[in-house]
């Protein structure tokens, strides 16, 4: 069960200090978005490599812009661990995947809500994670899509078909009241933003989540 919380709900005047404070997190969600994939803009390459020098965890970055095929390689090599990019962004996503690992980061696709599963399902194997979406991207503080568990479930059940181990990730209105849904749908990494940085005790709130996602996990 990792979690991995997100800096899109942290104090952009005080990164250092917020990606600190989750030291006990399974790595920190790092959201970068461009205006045009997605309504809002975050950061780009620059921020994403300050962070990387002053985190003390691993960085998973999910891409919500246009044109992947261009811009994701340059994120894999500023050395991070994972590489999120959208399946609606990408022109060839097994061509870029195969980028991504070959440049040494860990290769993610994501789906949005209304992106369908099936016809990514034959080619898990070229993914080490695939995050589904369980708001529309774009913001943090939005709602848990429940309707989106059949996706986890068919995902789950493709990897074991393949026996492969492929992370199963999701983003999205994840909080003590929804996480164990989603765990018990096979998802075994969870980005949570304002249950994280909006909770008084930052790194009591990563332990409950943990613990609430481990009660329920389908395996
Ligand atoms: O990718 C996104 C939003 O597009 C996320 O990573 C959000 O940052 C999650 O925020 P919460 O829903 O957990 O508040
Ligand atoms: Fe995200």
Do not use: C
Not at 46 to 57: D, H, K, L, N, T
Not at 184 to 199: K, Q, R
């Amino acid at each position: 069960m990792r979690i991995q919380p997100s800096i899109l709900s942290a104090d952009f005047a005080n990164m250092q200090r917020d990606v600190e404070r989750i030291a006990s997190a399974d790595g920190v969600h790092v959201d970068v978005m461009d205006n045009h994939f997605v309504p809002n803009l975050t950061f780009g390459p620059q921020m994403v490599e300050a962070v990387q020098r002053v985190s003390p965890i691993p960085l998973d970055v999910h891409l919500m812009i246009e044109d992947a095929d261009r811009w994701a390689p340059g994120y894999a090599e500023l050395g991070v661990f994972s590489v999120t990019f959208h399946a609606e962004a990408s022109t060839d996503p097994v061509a870029l995947a195969r980028r991504i690992r070959h440049l040494g980061a860990r290769a993610s696709i994501a789906l949005k809500p209304g992106t369908p599963v099936e016809p990514y399902l034959e080619l898990l194997p070229e993914f080490d994670q695939v995050l589904v979406m369980t708001v529309e991207p774009g913001f943090g503080g939005q709602s848990f899509m429940a309707d989106m568990m059949p996706k986890l479930r068919t995902l789950r059940a493709a990897a074991e078909r393949h026996g492969i181990d492929l992370w199963l990730q999701v983003d999205g209105g994840i909080a003590l009241d929804t996480i164990g849904i989603a765990a018990e749908a096979g998802a075994d990494t969870f980005v949570a933003g304002s249950a994280v940085y909006g909770a008084a005790d930052v790194e009591a709130a990563i332990a409950e989540l943990r613990a609430a996602a481990a009660a329920s996990h389908a395996h």
